[in-house]
Structure formats: structure tokens, C-alpha cells
């Protein structure tokens, strides 16, 4: 079902034009840049006017002459040199909620043409606690998975990890110093893995020797000598499971744990495929595939360094490879810090050049950094690097201070309390996330994020849970869900936002932007208070306008928990505050 307003006047117009022997192509409606003057406009009589040898305005007449016959429209006039204003009937807004809310998908339309869509979000790095700067990543891609699965297409989420480079041997050359062998890896937690990196990141800046000799463990581990392989895997399944603890408290969910050590024995092939087609050359001892420079350098990949490992895109490129192979992936979108854009920009020209995913859409979304009340990347007090499991803590002991005691309130022990101090907070960070456009960077503000008001994921959260409230004293007065009815300019303003769901969600998807979902939750939210406060429900004594705007308001309720939930964020049945 397909229940946009956008959509259904946009096909009117269409059969209006083709009736009227007019280039339907023409025919597009927007929503009104004056909503004081009408619900929609139609500028096609002005861009047919030059290759019809017309007058505009005259077009434009013959136009809303035929669309005055459409009984949905209340009002048709032309303005100005020849736009055309549409007002839409209350009855017509009125039958589009109604079926709305029979619909399990809220009216939202289903794509024609499912594809097989691979995300690749997250990209944690093994061995290393993760900070705040990973949390755009896992909360982005969470989102456009949902919103991808929600319209129809198969979605495949993949972590990527980084857990086959350099850092790992490091980790090993630092345990191998400290021990004398590898003998005690397995007894070691990722607090203690971190503690090695970070020893051993140091020890390689200030020392060759260490330097090479990390870079001769690393060798060995990716060239599968035993002893190496076994600790590997046990820094890889420890680095895991701490990956997967920051990701369930964040409800970021992935159906592939891959990483770059699955796509090891791909690049064997990808190189071999590379001279095969006569892309590869060595350029100072290692071997390169060019690419075009258009209008801007563009640096070689490198297939094999000097040293005789892979170069650092390769991984990429065979992980391309697996994923159409495997999944027959047609569409494979990347949500990593945009700093990589120079990256990506290589691998797909060098799997273009292979010719290894023909046909394939691909596209890396590049987002903004994190950042703290001074505008440079968030840190701790001291100024140290965030990481995501402090900022989830932080987050939570603000949210709590807000809260009512356990057993202050009846029904809300300790466990309540807390499981609703978990929705709040964690969809406070998302939403502070989300509301941003993917390639801006933001400021994470402590004490705004959680607020009640404002553009807050609580405020979105409270709206909901004061719309479950009157649902729940309308059954103890036997209200029930009545006919929608249109009748009061508030009313109007709502059911008219309600109706443009289908239109924020197809952009949300087409943009790969959840912004846009969170900004129409966000207003959706503004004009139901509006129409709260304009239009009593529980206190009307009409009762055909009360069951009516009761409705209403179920309607909105279900768009905000359905909004809510393709940001990645739970929506509690009730709020509480502290008194």
C-alpha cells in the first residue's frame, strides 16, 4: 500500500496531463512553499509554456479546469504567471489516516524490486577498547539497516573488524617480550590486551628493531605458523566479545562478523586476477595497479608491498569479491569516517578495473566526528579519548539523576527503573547522533542530550508515552477508536504531517540519511502537542469528534514508535521524572 499524499496527488496530476495531451513529465507536485495558501504546487505549466508556444497562465487554466472535476481537491487556483496552488478536501486527508491506521506498515509503500544490500558498519579494530569515535559508525549503519529492511530489501550488515594487521603482531611481539613465549596469551582479558597495544605502540615509535620484529610476527600469524595462529584467535575472540558487549548495550546488531582475516585468502586471488589482466607492475619493490587521474591525483593501489604483505586496500577489494559472490550482492554501501574518502575512491575505481562486481552499486557515506563543547574530537576530563563504555556510563548517571527512586513510583522497583534508564539514555545518544546529517560532525552536549524538551530523543520517548496515557484512561472511560475526521486547523496540520510518512521514509532510504527520519519524528512530535492543546480528547463531550481525535492520536503514537524504532531506539510505554 502506498498512502502518500505526495504519491497520490503526483499520479493524479500525471493522468491529468496525459488526458490533456500534456508531457506528464511536467506534472510533478511539491508540498506548498505557502502552506497558508495551499497544501501543494504544481510549476509544470510554466516549464510547458516554451515548447508549447503558450502563455503559461493559459496552460495552467486548462490544467485546474480538470482537476477541478477530482473531488479531493477543495480549491484549484492559478497565481501568478501560471503556478498552480492545490488545497486537498478535509474528507480526502480524513480517508488517507483512516486507512493508515488499518495498515500494519502505516501506508508506508514496499519496494517493487528487493535487492540484496550489504552494509559495512561499525569497523572496530581488535585489541583496542573502543571510543567515542566509533560510536557514529555502529548507530548510522544500525539505522539505514533497519530502514533498508523496512521498505523491502534483503540486508546483510557486516562489522568488518580489523583484527589481520600489523597491530596484531605487535600485541604478540609485546607479549613474546614480556613472557619470554606465547604460553600465557589465553589467560589474558582485553583489559590486558589493550594494555599490550598500547605498550607496544609505543615501543615501535621509539624502536626499529621492535618495529620489525612486530612486522615479522605478523608475517608469521597471517602465514599460518601454529603457535602465532592460536594466540591470534584468542586476541580476535576476546576483542569480540568486548566488540559485542559496547554493540548489545547500543542495540547495533550485525549479521556478519567479519574481518579483514576472512578476505586473507581472496587477495591472493585479487592479485592474481590483477596481472592476469595486465593492471599489475612493481614500482620500487613493490607491486602497484595503477589508477586514473581525473582532474585530481590519484595514488596506486598497492597489491603487495615491499615487505611482502598486502597493501592496505586489498582487503577491501576481496571483500567486494566475497560479498557478490557469495550473496550476490547488488548494492554495497559503506558508513565509515570521512576521512577515508580517498580510500574508497580507489577501491571501487581498482573493482571497477577488475571488473569483479559488474553491475554493482557502491558508495561510501563518510560522516563528522564527535566532538566535545570546544568543537576538537570528545575526550574524558583529563583529556584522554573517550571510549564508548564510559560514554555509555556517563550518559545512563545523567539520565538517572533525573529519575524518580525505585519504589518512588508504583510498579517501578529498582529493575524497572533501570531498564527504563537504559531506553532513555541510550536513545538519547542516538538521537543526539541521528539528528545530525551524516557528514556533519556535532557536539555531544551533556546536559542537553537528555532533556525533555527540545530536539531530544526523550522529548520524542515522552511524546509517546503521553499518548499511551491517554489511550489508557480513554478505556477506563470505554472510549473507543472512532472514524477519522478533519475538521479543525490543527487537525488539518497533523493529519497532513502524518501523511507525508511514506515521503520522509523513501528519502531516508534514497539519501541513505536516517536524519531525515529523526527531523520528521522530531516535528511530527511539535504538531501533535499543538493539536493536544487545541483539541481535547478525553474531555470532548461530542463523542464522535472524541473517538475521532482518539484515532488521531493512536495513529501518532504508532508513526512515532515505527520512527523511532528505524533509529535503532526503544520507546517506553511510560516516562517518569523525579518530583
Same mark, same amino acid.
Given at each position: 500500500m502506498n498512502l502518500s499524499l505526495d504519491n497520490i496527488i503526483n499520479e493524479k496530476m500525471a493522468n491529468v496531463f496525459t488526458t490533456l495531451g500534456l508531457d506528464a513529465n511536467m506534472a510533478f507536485c511539491k508540498t506548498s512553499d505557502r502552506p497558508d495558501l495551499s497544501d501543494f504546487q504544481c510549476?509544470?505549466?510554466?516549464?510547458?509554456?516554451?515548447?508549447?508556444?503558450?502563455? +503559461?497562465?493559459?496552460?495552467?487554466?486548462?490544467?485546474?479546469? #480538470?482537476?477541478?472535476?477530482?473531488?479531493?481537491?477543495?480549491?484549484?487556483?492559478?497565481?501568478?504567471?501560471?503556478?498552480?496552488?492545490?488545497?486537498?478536501?478535509?474528507?480526502?486527508?480524513?480517508?488517507?489516516?483512516?486507512?493508515?491506521?488499518?495498515?500494519?506498515?502505516?501506508?508506508?509503500?514496499?519496494?517493487?524490486?528487493?535487492?540484496?544490500?550489504?552494509?559495512?558498519?561499525?569497523?572496530?579494530?581488535?585489541?583496542?577498547?573502543?571510543?567515542?569515535?566509533?560510536?557514529?559508525?555502529?548507530?548510522?549503519?544500525?539505522?539505514?539497516?533497519?530502514?533498508?529492511?523496512?521498505?523491502?530489501?534483503?540486508?546483510?550488515?557486516?562489522?568488518?573488524?580489523?583484527?589481520?594487521?600489523? +597491530?596484531?603482531?605487535?600485541?604478540?611481539? #609485546?607479549?613474546?617480550?614480556?613472557?619470554?613465549?606465547?604460553?600465557?596469551t589465553e589467560t589474558y582479558d582485553i583489559d590486558q590486551i589493550t594494555e599490550f597495544y598500547k605498550q607496544a605502540t609505543i615501543r615501535c615509535k621509539e624502536d626499529e628493531e621492535a618495529k620489525e620484529n612486530a612486522r615479522i610476527i605478523t608475517a608469521k600469524m597471517q602465514d599460518g605458523e601454529a603457535e602465532y595462529r592460536k594466540a591470534w584467535q584468542h586476541l580476535r575472540k576476546v576483542s569480540i566479545d568486548a566488540i559485542k558487549k559496547n554493540y548489545d548495550a547500543l542495540d547495533v546488531n550485525f549479521d556478519l562478523w567479519w574481518g579483514e582475516s576472512d578476505a586473507h585468502e581472496m587477495s591472493y586471488k585479487i592479485v592474481d586476477l590483477a596481472k592476469e589482466k595486465g593492471l599489475a607492475e612493481m614500482d620500487d619493490g613493490a607491486l602497484i595497479m595503477r589508477l586514473e587521474e581525473n582532474n585530481k591525483p590519484m595514488p596506486p593501489i598497492i597489491l603487495i608491498k615491499r615487505d611482502g604483505g598486502f597493501g592496505y586496500q586489498i582487503t577491501d577489494i576481496a571483500t567486494i569479491k566475497r560479498r557478490v559472490d557469495e550473496f550476490q550482492a547488488k548494492e554495497i554501501y559503506y558508513f565509515v569516517d570521512q576521512r577515508q574518502s580517498l580510500h574508497f575512491e580507489q577501491v571501487f575505481q581498482a573493482v571497477e578495473k577488475l571488473e569483479i562486481a559488474p553491475g554493482v552499486k557502491m558508495k561510501h557515506y563518510g560522516f563528522g566526528t564527535v566532538n566535545g563543547a570546544d568543537g576538537k574530537p570528545f575526550k574524558t576530563r583529563d583529556g584522554g579519548v573517550m571510549t564508548l563504555e564510559?560514554?555509555?556510563?556517563?550518559?545512563?548517571?545523567?539520565?538517572?539523576?533525573?529519575m524518580p527512586?525505585?519504589?518512588?513510583?508504583?510498579?517501578?522497583?529498582?529493575?524497572?527503573?533501570?531498564?527504563?534508564?537504559?531506553?532513555?539514555?541510550?536513545?538519547?545518544?542516538?538521537?543526539?547522533?541521528?539528528?545530525?546529517?551524516?557528514?556533519?560532525?556535532?557536539?555531544?552536549?551533556?546536559?542537553?542530550?537528555?532533556?525533555?524538551?527540545?530536539?531530544?530523543? +526523550?522529548?520524542?520517548?515522552?511524546?509517546i508515552a503521553r499518548i499511551n496515557s491517554i489511550l489508557r484512561k480513554a478505556a477506563e472511560k470505554n472510549l473507543t477508536i472512532g472514524q477519522i475526521k478533519v475538521q479543525l486547523a490543527e487537525e488539518r496540520d497533523l493529519a497532513l504531517k502524518l501523511a507525508a510518512l511514506n515521503s520522509a521514509i523513501w528519502r531516508a532510504h534514497n539519501e541513505k540519511e536516517p536524519s531525515i527520519i529523526a527531523d520528521y519524528a522530531y516535528t511530527l512530535a511539535q504538531v501533535f502537542s499543538g493539536f493536544y492543546n487545541a483539541a481535547p480528547i478525553l474531555s470532548e463531550e461530542n463523542k464522535e469528534l472524541a473517538t475521532s481525535r482518539l484515532a488521531i492520536a493512536k495513529l501518532v503514537r504508532n508513526t512515532l514508535v515505527l520512527l523511532l524504532n528505524l533509529l535503532g531506539i526503544e520507546a517506553p510505554e511510560v516516562m517518569l521524572k523525579k518530583a
Open positions: 510549476n509544470g505549466a510554466l516549464a510547458l509554456a516554451k515548447s508549447m508556444h503558450k502563455n +503559461p497562465r493559459e496552460i495552467a487554466m486548462m490544467i485546474a479546469n #480538470e482537476l477541478q472535476k477530482d473531488n479531493c481537491f477543495d480549491k484549484v487556483s492559478v497565481d501568478g504567471p501560471g503556478f498552480l496552488n492545490l488545497s486537498l478536501n478535509n474528507d480526502f486527508i480524513a480517508n488517507v489516516l483512516q486507512k493508515m491506521s488499518t495498515d500494519n506498515e502505516l501506508g508506508v509503500q514496499k519496494i517493487t524490486n528487493p535487492q540484496t544490500v550489504v552494509l559495512d558498519y561499525g569497523g572496530p579494530n581488535a585489541a583496542k577498547a573502543m571510543h567515542v569515535g566509533h560510536l557514529r559508525a555502529g548507530v548510522i549503519g544500525e539505522s539505514v539497516r533497519r530502514i533498508e529492511k523496512f521498505i523491502g530489501n534483503k540486508v546483510i550488515g557486516d562489522v568488518h573488524l580489523g583484527d589481520w594487521g600489523t +597491530p596484531m603482531g605487535m600485541i604478540l611481539a #609485546e607479549i613474546v617480550r614480556h613472557d619470554g613465549d606465547l604460553s600465557k564510559n560514554l555509555i556510563k556517563l550518559s545512563k548517571d545523567r539520565v538517572r539523576e533525573s527512586a525505585a519504589g518512588e513510583v508504583e510498579g517501578y522497583g529498582a529493575k524497572e527503573i533501570e531498564n527504563l534508564v537504559n531506553q532513555v539514555a541510550i536513545g538519547a545518544i542516538k538521537f543526539q547522533d541521528l539528528k545530525n546529517n551524516t557528514a556533519s560532525g556535532y557536539i555531544f552536549d551533556l546536559d542537553d542530550f537528555a532533556k525533555f524538551d527540545g530536539k531530544t530523543g +526523550p522529548y520524542i520517548q515522552y511524546a
